[in-house]
């Protein structure tokens, strides 16, 4: 196994564990009523949403250099070296791959990334509190193991995409193979995390 893969799974185990702890860390704030329990959860829950993010975005930046490499024109260099040597929000980014002469992503892969970037930003500028944050994803609290389900499908089925346009034989997943199965995940995610495993298989092999 590659350094860069030792890497990549250390990411992702870091985003599992530090959402497994930001749950248990906070139910322990809000039982004690601890002010200082709640800000350090918060900070944990934080910390790995960003990873999800920067994956996201680590990807996405991936595929407007790709598709600048191909179409050279003034415009698309001027972006390409703003987003290189400047600043280029993430929300630009996604906006950019969804530009009608580009249309690199749909709408409802715009929609998934736009809501975790979101959720990343409320959490980001949330101030301790002992009153719980009421937060939500696809309409759910945040706090349950659907919302968490639901973020880390939504964010695999991204990642895939964001790959499979860029010809990416990696599939490294937002969660270790195996783990959805284990977990009794429904099916749809369960099929979603094998294939992604299966290809890795494929690829070590």
């Known amino acids: 196994m590659t350094k860069t893969r030792l890497g990549y799974l250390e990411g992702v185990l870091s985003i599992v564990l530090n959402t497994v702890l930001f749950g248990l860390k906070y139910w322990v704030g809000l039982s004690t009523g601890s002010i200082a329990v709640i800000g350090a959860t918060q900070k944990r829950g934080t910390i ?49 791959l969804r530009g009608k002469k580009r249309s690199l992503i749909d709408a409802t892969t715009f929609g998934m990334m736009d809501e975790i970037r979101d959720l990343r930003n409320d959490l980001i500028h949330a101030r301790p509190t002992q009153r719980r944050i009421r ?15 639901s973020i880390l499908i939504d964010a695999e089925k991204v990642l895939q995409m964001l790959r499979k346009r860029l010809g990416k034989k990696s599939r490294w997943g937002t969660i270790p193979p195996g783990y959805a199965t284990e977990m009794q995940w429904p099916k749809e995610a369960i099929e979603l995390f094998d294939n992604t495993g299966r290809a890795l298989n494929t690829e070590e092999g």
């Open 135 to 149: 937060l939500k994803y696809a309409g759910m609290p945040l706090l349950t193991q659907a919302s968490l389900r």
């Open 48 to 96: 790995g949403r960003q990873l999800l993010q920067n994956i996201i975005e680590y990807e996405s930046e991936g595929l407007i250099r790709d598709y600048i490499a191909k179409y050279p024109t003034e415009a698309n260099l001027k972006y390409l070296r703003k987003m290189e040597d400047d600043f280029v929000s993430t929300r630009s980014k996604y906006d950019w």
